[in-house]
């Protein structure tokens, strides 16, 4: 990858509606070459997809949380259990395994407290394997999705 793939990528990130006539033009490429380094990229994966980023008050999720979660057991199978357990639940928009304690990290969104109330009680308490949960509630999100630096 080199200095004008990293710029491709830079500029799709802060916009990934741009035409290739835009992109081309904002990395100093004509338009065939600047096509081709986009499809090179989206095949190689550095380039996963293109979305819109939605603000989640706007569609009725003004609230969210993190919780903590620590599994009773830390062997393949209840890590494996857990996981397969969380990643078809739409409240849950991020979820990160990690080192140490706590084992995982879950950003969850719900429309209100009491919702939220709801979801921890019916689904977050059923989780396989869960031996702690510690929620916290996010009070303002100072740093919002950012692109990634290239340095």
């Known amino acids: 990858m080199d200095r004008i793939d990293k710029n491709i990528l830079a500029e799709l990130q802060i916009n990934g509606r741009l035409s290739f006539t835009e992109l081309?033009?904002?990395?100093?490429?004509?338009?065939?070459?600047?096509?081709?380094?986009?499809?090179?990229?989206?095949?190689?994966?550095?380039?996963?997809?293109?979305?819109a980023m939605l603000e989640p008050s706007a569609i009725?999720?003004?609230?969210?949380?993190?919780?903590?979660?620590?599994?009773?057991?830390?062997?393949?199978?209840?890590?494996?259990?857990?996981?397969?357990?969380?990643?078809?639940?739409?409240?849950?928009?991020q979820a990160q395994r990690l080192f140490g304690d706590p084992d995982f990290i879950l950003h969850i969104v719900a429309a209100d407290l009491a919702e939220y109330q709801r979801f921890y009680d019916e689904k977050l308490t059923d989780l396989p394997g869960v031996q702690r949960l510690i929620s916290t509630i996010v009070m303002k999100n100072v740093v919002p999705e950012r692109p990634f630096p290239f340095l």
Do not use: M, W
Not at 26 to 51: D, F, M, N
Not at 77 to 92: C, G, R, S, T, W
């Open 24 to 51: 081309a033009e904002k990395v100093g490429l004509s338009l065939s070459p600047c096509h081709r380094r986009v499809r090179a990229l989206e095949e190689s994966g550095a380039i996963k997809g293109y979305k």
């Open 60 to 93: 009725g999720l003004g609230f969210s949380a993190i919780v903590f979660v620590t599994i009773k057991e830390g062997d393949k199978k209840a890590v494996q259990k857990f996981e397969n357990a969380i990643v078809d639940i739409p409240q849950i928009v």
